[in-house]
C-alpha cells in the first residue's frame, strides 16, 4: 500500500505575518487566526497544532464520505492554505533526538485500522511506509534513520524514503554507520557465529571473531573480542603484536552503537606492547586515526570531562594536566577543586592548598583571580564570588569579567540576578535591588520579589505586586493581583477595584508612561499570554483577556479577547451559557475585523449591546 500526502495547488505566495489557534466555548474545533486579525481556517472540527513556523497540522477532520464519515489529516500554512491532505488520521509523537524537523507519528487509515508508526516532517510527508511492528525510530545522522524493533531486526533509512539496509533477528546492529565510513557492524545475537563489517550494497568488507569495530585509518579497524582490542587492516591481519585492554563487556554488545551520538570521546585501554601479560600495561588512548597515544602522565584516578575537547588528568604526584583529544598536554590545573560554567567556557577554582581561587579558561590558563576570594560559583550570566571570612558571595562578574564588590553587609541573592539588576539581602534577610551601571544600591527595600528582568522588576509587598524600573523607580504601584510586563514599555496589570460587596476586576494594558492602551472591567477576569501550543511564540506580544458579563435579564457571557502589544483586538469569542434548565453547553460566536463565525449558523448567539460595549471597553466601568 503506498501512504502519501496528496499536494493540493496553491495560489501565489504570500508573506506571512504569523497566527495563532483560538479555541473558543461552543466550538468542537480552533480556529487559526493572523497576527492581524484575520480569520484563515474556521473551528469546524479538530484542534490546530503548530509544528514549525508557518506550518500547522489538524487531525480527527472528518469529511463526510457515502458511507458517513471519513477523517483526513491537514497541513496549512500561515494563511490557512491547505498544503497536504491524508485520507486517515496521522498522530505526532516526539520529535526524533536530534532532530528539529522529524518526528515519530502513528498512522490510521480512513477505516482507522492502525498501520504502524513511522516518520514525518513538519511539511505532511510521511518519509516511511509506516511498520506495524513495535519499536523505535532513532536519527543516526543527516541523512539515516534506523529502527529497531522490539522483538528482533533492524532497518536503515535515507531520508529520501529508500531503505538501505535491513538486518533480520536474531542478528543484531552493533555499530555504524561512521562519519567517514558508511558501513555497519552486525552480529549474531547468541552462539559463535563470526560478527561482520557490511556496506549498504551487501558487500563484506571483513568478517571474524570479534565483538566489535571501530574505524582506525587507512581503511583499517580496531576490533574487540570481549575486553581485549586489536589493531587490524582492511582485510583483518594484525598490524602490530599489541594488545589493548578495556572494559570487559558481554559478547557482541551494541557499544558503539549507544555511543556513535557522542564520537569526541577518547576509547580508553590499557597497552601491551608485546601483547604478553609480562608487559608494563601504558594508560592511553586508541584513536581512530589507528594510534595508540600513552597519556603524558602516570594516573589512576577518573579521567574528567573538562571542557569539550579537553580532559583532566589527576597525577599519582598530585599534578593536574589537561589534554586534548590527541593526549597533548595544553594547560595545568593546579586544583583538586573545580566546577563548570553551564554558560560560559570558563572552570571556576576554588582555593585549595596552595592554589587560590580562580577562573579559568578550557586550556587551564587563568582569566581573573583576586586575593581574598575562596571560592566562585556560577550564576546564569556571571559569576559570583565569596570573599574570605564571608558567608556569602558578594564579588559579581559578568561576562566581561569586570569585577563589581556589592556593599558591606550585604550578599548576592542566587536566583535573583539579570545584570544590570542584582538582588542582593542582608543578614535580616531584607531584599535590596543594585543596579551594576549606576554602580549603587537603588532600592534598600522593598518587600519581596516575584519577577527580575535586566530593566525592571516585579516586587511584592503587603500582598500586592508592584513594578519597579531598573533606577528604582516604582512606576507601579504595590495594589496589583498581577503583572505581566512584556517589556518595560508594555505591561498587563490585573487589580481589584471598588468596594465591599461590590468588587471589581479591572484588566489593564499600560506603555512606558503609564498611559492606558487598553482596559477591561468586569466581575471577574483574566489576562495571559497566548501559549506555546496555541502558536503564541509565533505572535510575541499577543495576549488573551477572559472576563465576564451578565445582562439585565441575568443571562451568563463568556467573553475572552486576543489583543496585540499595542492594546489593538484582534478577535472575541463570545461564550453565551445556556439559560437556566436548558440543554447543553451553549453557543459559541468568533468575531473579527469584518467577519463573524457561529457554532450554531441556524440558530445564532443573539448579542446584547451590552455584550458589544463590553468588547470595546466600554459600559463596564
Known amino acids: 500500500m503506498l501512504l502519501c ?49 508557518g506550518r500547522w497540522y489538524r487531525s480527527d477532520w472528518y469529511s463526510l464520505a457515502g458511507d458517513g464519515q471519513v477523517p483526513r489529516a491537514q497541513w496549512f500554512d ?12 496521522i498522530h505526532y509523537d516526539d520529535r526524533l533526538q536530534g532532530s528539529e524537523m522529524l518526528w515519530r507519528v502513528e498512522m490510521r487509515d480512513a477505516q482507522e485500522r492502525y498501520l504502524g508508526t513511522g516518520v514525518a516532517d513538519a511539511q505532511g510527508r510521511v518519509h516511511f511506509a509506516p511498520i506495524l511492528e513495535s519499536g523505535e525510530w532513532r536519527l543516526l545522522s543527516p541523512d539515516r534513520v534506523v529502527w529497531q ?35 555497519y557492524v552486525i552480529c549474531a545475537d547468541h552462539g559463535t557465529e563470526p560478527c561482520r563489517i557490511q556496506d549498504e550494497a551487501g558487500n563484506v568488507l571483513l568478517s571474524g571473531d570479534f565483538d566489535e569495530a571501530r574505524p582506525a585509518g587507512d581503511n583499517g579497524w580496531w576490533l574487540r573480542r570481549l575486553d581485549t582490542w586489536m589493531r587490524v587492516d582492511a582485510a583483518g591481519a594484525r598490524v602490530d603484536p599489541a594488545l589493548y585492554q578495556g572494559p570487559a563487556l558481554w559478547p557482541h554488545y551494541r557499544l558503539s552503537a549507544r555511543l556513535d551520538d557522542d564520537r569526541t570521546v577518547p576509547l580508553e585501554a590499557r597497552r601491551y606492547a608485546r601483547g604478553l601479560d609480562s608487559d608494563t600495561p601504558e ?92 571560592d566562585y560559583r556560577a550564576a546564569a550570566s556571571g559569576v559570583m564570588g565569596t570573599l574570605a571570612g564571608e558567608q556569602g558571595p558578594r564579588l559579581w562578574l559578568g561576562a566581561d569579567l569586570k569585577p563589581h564588590l556589592m556593599p558591606q ?25 543594585y543596579n551594576i551601571t549606576l554602580g549603587k544600591v537603588v532600592a534598600p527595600a522593598f518587600g519581596s520579589i516575584e519577577a527580575l528582568a535586566t530593566d525592571h522588576m516585579i516586587f511584592l509587598r503587603d500582598g500586592r505586586y508592584g513594578m ?24 498587563w496589570t490585573r487589580q481589584y477595584v471598588g468596594h465591599d460587596e461590590a468588587w471589581q476586576t479591572r484588566i489593564t494594558l499600560y506603555d512606558g508612561d503609564q498611559n492606558v492602551l487598553a482596559q477591561r472591567t468586569s466581575e471577574s477576569g483574566g489576562v495571559k499570554p497566548v501559549p506555546v501550543q496555541d502558536g503564541g511564540d509565533r505572535v510575541p506580544g499577543m495576549f488573551e483577556v477572559s472576563f465576564e458579563y451578565t445582562d439585565a435579564e441575568r443571562h451568563a457571557y463568556r467573553l475572552r479577547q486576543w489583543l496585540d502589544r499595542d492594546g489593538v483586538v484582534r478577535a472575541s469569542a463570545v461564550h453565551c451559557t445556556p439559560q437556566e434548565g436548558a440543554a447543553g453547553e451553549g453557543q459559541g460566536v468568533l468575531l ?9 449558523p441556524e440558530h445564532p448567539c443573539q448579542l446584547p449591546a451590552g455584550v458589544m460595549q463590553a468588547l470595546q471597553g466600554r459600559g463596564l466601568h
Not at 531520508?159 to 555504524?176: A, M, Y
Not at 584513536?287 to 577518573?302: D, M
Not at 553587609?409 to 535580616?428: F, K, Q, S, T, Y
Not at 512606576?475 to 517589556?487: C, G, N, Q, W, Y
Request: proline residues 6%; charged residues 25%.
Open 78 to 89: 500561515d494563511q490557512g492554505r491547505l498544503l497536504h491532505e491524508f485520507a486517515g488520521r
Open 592 to 600: 473579527g475585523q469584518g467577519w463573524r463565525v457561529d457554532s450554531d
Open 283 to 374: 594508560r592511553g588512548w586508541l584513536l581512530e586515526g589507528g594510534r595508540f597515544v600513552a597519556l603524558p602522565i602516570r594516573t589512576n584516578s577518573v579521567i574528567v570531562d573538562y571542557c569539550p575537547g579537553r580532559w583532566l588528568l589527576r597525577g599519582e604526584d598530585g599534578d593536574e594536566v589537561i589534554v586534548d583529544a590527541q593526549a597533548r598536554v595544553v594547560g595545568k590545573a593546579r586544583s583538586l577543586s573545580f566546577n563548570r560554567h553551564q554558560a560560559l567556557p570558563w572552570r571556576l577554582r576554588n582555593a585549595d592548598g596552595g592554589a587560590g581561587a580562580a577562573i579559568l579558561d578550557c586550556d587551564g590558563r587563568v582569566l581573573f583571580e583576586q586575593a581574598g576570594v575562596t
Open 409 to 433: 553587609g550585604l550578599r548576592l541573592h542566587e536566583d535573583r540576578i539579570a545584570p544590570p539588576l542584582l538582588v542582593l539581602e542582608d543578614a535580616e534577610g531584607h531584599s535590596h535591588l
Open 149 to 183: 524493533g522490539r522483538d528482533g531486526g533492524t532497518r536503515f533509512f535515507s531520508l529520501d524514503g529508500r531503505e538501505v539496509l535491513r538486518i533480520d533477528g536474531p542478528e543484531i546492529w552493533v555499530g555504524g554507520p561512521f562519519t567517514e565510513r558508511q558501513v
Open 5 to 53: 500526502c496528496v499536494m493540493l495547488a496553491t495560489g501565489p505566495a504570500m508573506a506571512d505575518t504569523g497566527a495563532f489557534a483560538v479555541r473558543a466555548g461552543g466550538f468542537q474545533g480552533e480556529a487559526l487566526v493572523s497576527a492581524d486579525g484575520r480569520l484563515r481556517i474556521a473551528p469546524d472540527g479538530a484542534s490546530l497544532i503548530p509544528l514549525a513556523p
Open 468 to 491: 519597579m524600573l531598573a533606577d528604582g523607580r516604582e512606576v507601579l504601584p504595590p495594589d496589583h493581583a498581577e503583572i505581566l510586563p512584556l517589556s518595560n514599555d508594555r505591561v
